[in-house]
């Protein structure tokens, strides 16, 4: 139930960044015609934690699990046998996966520690959108409900993972931010 409930939250969470980022119903756009800017409600280690984090869990939960038989004594059991669980979870996922780099990229997202995101570097551009062809990826290999396809899908999230998390994941030594990842504590 517990992971259940994540999801949801994450669902959740994706509809009010997107709903902060509508007028409100009869409100005239800025002058210049321009949307007023989104409210955003997260740090960037939030969204990761309530977006990312779980759905990219249901994308390696499939490695080990057949989204259509799930197996009761596992804890992704309880997504993949859901309401809206089996291959439709694992689309879902990719799709959460997908959207979530857009959500990174909104102007005035901070990190935990209240430095802005690195939005400007290319780097940080390059992973953004190794998440966004992960995802693509994931979304057609749980369409196709190839099993073979998510190990292959799971291996690339590592990889795209791994992306931004070696360069910009704050390393904590000795209590402070260290080395080459430490970019959002500039």
Same mark, same amino acid.
């Given at each position: $139930?517990?992971? *259940?409930?994540?999801? /949801?939250? #994450?669902?959740?969470?994706?509809? +009010?960044?997107?709903?902060?980022? %509508?007028?409100?119903? =009869? ?20 969204? $990761? ?9 249901? /994308?390696? @939960?499939? %490695? ?5 038989? !799930?197996? &009761?004594?596992?804890?992704? #059991?309880? +997504? ?5 669980? =089996?291959?439709?979870? +694992? ?18 997202? +901070?990190?935990?520690?209240? &430095? ?8 940080? %551009?390059? #992973?953004?959108? =190794? ?7 994931? *979304? &057609?290999?749980? %369409?196709?409900?190839? &099993?073979?396809? $998510?190990? @292959?899908?799971?291996?690339? $999230? ?16 000795? =209590?402070?931010?260290?080395? !080459? ?6």
């Amino acid at each position: $139930m517990r992971l *259940l409930s994540v999801f /949801v939250a #994450a669902l959740l969470l994706t509809g +009010v960044a997107a709903t902060a980022q %509508q007028p409100a119903r =009869g409100a005239q756009p800025a002058r210049g015609g321009a949307a007023p800017a989104a409210r955003l409600h997260g740090n960037l280690n939030q969204v $990761m934690r309530g977006i990312l984090f779980p759905n990219s869990n249901i /994308v390696f @939960d499939t %490695q080990d699990q057949d989204p259509a038989k !799930p197996d &009761k004594e596992l804890p992704s #059991a309880e +997504v993949f046998g859901s309401t809206y669980g =089996g291959w439709e979870a +694992v689309e879902n996922a990719s799709i959460a996966l997908g959207e979530s780099a857009s959500l990174l990229a909104l102007p005035g997202r +901070v990190c935990a520690n209240g &430095k802005p995101v690195p939005l400007n570097d290319p780097e940080f %551009q390059a #992973a953004l959108q =190794g998440l966004r062809d992960v995802a693509a990826l994931s *979304l &057609k290999a749980a %369409q196709s409900k190839n &099993k073979d396809a $998510m190990v @292959d899908v799971a291996d690339k $999230m590592s990889t795209a993972c791994a992306a931004c998390h070696d360069i910009y994941r704050d390393k904590i030594v000795n =209590g402070k931010p260290a080395g !080459p990842a430490a970019r959002c504590s500039k």
